[in-house]
């Protein structure tokens, strides 16, 4: 006998708001030399040892609360300060379910503050990057005194430009608001400024995210934000008890203790961001924009041709065409992977130019 529900349309069930969302894409291309996901091309194999002494039995720690302290020394903050999330994804989720909206942030920016702000269904504000990639100032003052935004989300550096925003720009905005400001530190690590933590003390509404994904960790899904008390306790109610699994706990904090490597690694990346761009501005027809982060955006005549032919080399890097009209974004990979990507743009666009000839 049919069920009397099997023609039902699922679809109808949903609601509006996400049901006109399309999911995250993050297909996996198979490829050689991967620089599309601002991945480190460094690890930290070594500390997956530690995950062996855990009892597969236990939860983890709800509090998460041996990497809070490791973290809280790190940046002179207290632990009280800080709120760990699975990923700072997982943490752009639960600010948003916290504050709700109208939710402010310029365009082009990290693709995840629009989608999850949608999903909750709360009004989003975009306002456009002004033509250097940096904050126009007035448009979003004029947005937050106008539409008093409950939540404005700043990346600096800017995912996928690469620059930070001049903080001239951003402080009227924190004084301005009457919500929550949210710098998304995601790349601080890279960048020459010391970004916006001794700030903490003098703004109120300030949250400051970081992540551990972009400097060797992507694998483990840990985020963290910093934050009043009075906020960090509010976020938390909101918090899935062991949002952040004893694994990654304990890999994290080994990761963590061995400095040195983790230093060494992110002055290399920065070293070879320098080289990579200087090379890419010797190559015909491509223009390179100058990043505080640990990928470069570039512009290019024909994109779409130019990552495929990368791509056939087995170059993947990511074609941001919707975000950022006729650019694409690079990773930086370890030495021998960046000059393998030089190598093949520069064929790329040697070969394309006779074409033209
Ligand atoms: C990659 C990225 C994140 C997400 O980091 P996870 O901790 O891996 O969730 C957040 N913000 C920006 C700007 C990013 O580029």
Redesign the pocket.
């Known amino acids: 006998m049919p069920m009397p529900n099997q023609k039902m349309n699922i679809k109808k069930l949903v609601k509006k708001d996400v049901a006109a969302l399309r999911a995250y894409s993050a297909v996996e291309i198979p490829c050689r030399i991967k620089l599309d996901?601002?991945e480190s091309p460094y690890g930290f194999d070594e500390a997956l040892k530690a995950a062996a002494l855990l009892k597969t039995n236990r939860y983890p720690d709800p509090e998460a609360k041996a990497l809070k302290k490791i973290l809280a020394r790190e940046m002179r903050v207290r632990p009280e300060n800080i709120l760990q999330?699975?990923?700072?994804?997982?943490?752009?989720y639960y600010l948003i379910a916290t504050f709700g909206g109208p939710v402010l942030y310029p365009v082009p920016?990290?693709s995840?503050y629009g989608i999850i702000a949608q999903a909750f269904g709360e009004e989003k504000l975009e306002v456009s990057l002004d033509e250097a990639y940096d904050l126009d100032a007035a448009a979003m003052l004029t947005a937050v005194k106008r539409q008093k935004p409950k939540l404005i989300f700043l990346?600096t550096?800017?995912?996928?430009t690469g620059n930070c925003f001049s903080s001239e720009r951003i402080l009227p905005l924190l004084e301005a608001a009457r919500g929550i400001v949210v710098v998304?530190e995601?790349?601080q690590p890279f960048a020459s400024d010391r970004g916006f933590l001794p700030l903490l003390k003098d703004y109120k509404n300030l949250v400051i995210?970081r992540?551990?994904?972009?400097i060797g960790l992507?694998g483990l899904?840990?985020?963290y934000m910093i934050a009043s008390p009075e906020i960090i306790g509010e976020v938390n109610k909101v918090r899935l008890p062991f949002n952040v699994n004893a694994l990654s706990q304990a890999v994290a904090l080994a990761a963590l203790k061995d400095r040195k490597r983790l230093k060494a690694s992110i002055r290399q990346i920065v070293t070879e961001r320098d080289r990579l761009f200087s090379a890419m501005e010797e190559i015909p027809g491509i223009t390179p924009f100058p990043s505080e982060?640990n990928f470069i955006l570039f512009r290019v005549a024909g994109p779409d041709r130019v990552y495929k032919a990368l791509l056939r080399q087995g170059i993947l890097v990511r074609n941001i065409q919707d975000a950022v009209k006729g650019s694409l974004r690079v990773t930086v990979g370890t030495p021998d992977e960046n000059t393998a990507f030089l190598r093949a743009l520069g064929k790329i666009q040697k070969s394309g130019r006779q074409e033209q000839a």
């Open positions: 996901a601002n999330g699975n990923g700072s994804d997982e943490l752009i920016t990290f995840m990346s550096p800017n995912n996928p998304d995601a790349y995210m992540t551990l994904s972009k992507a899904r840990f985020g982060a």
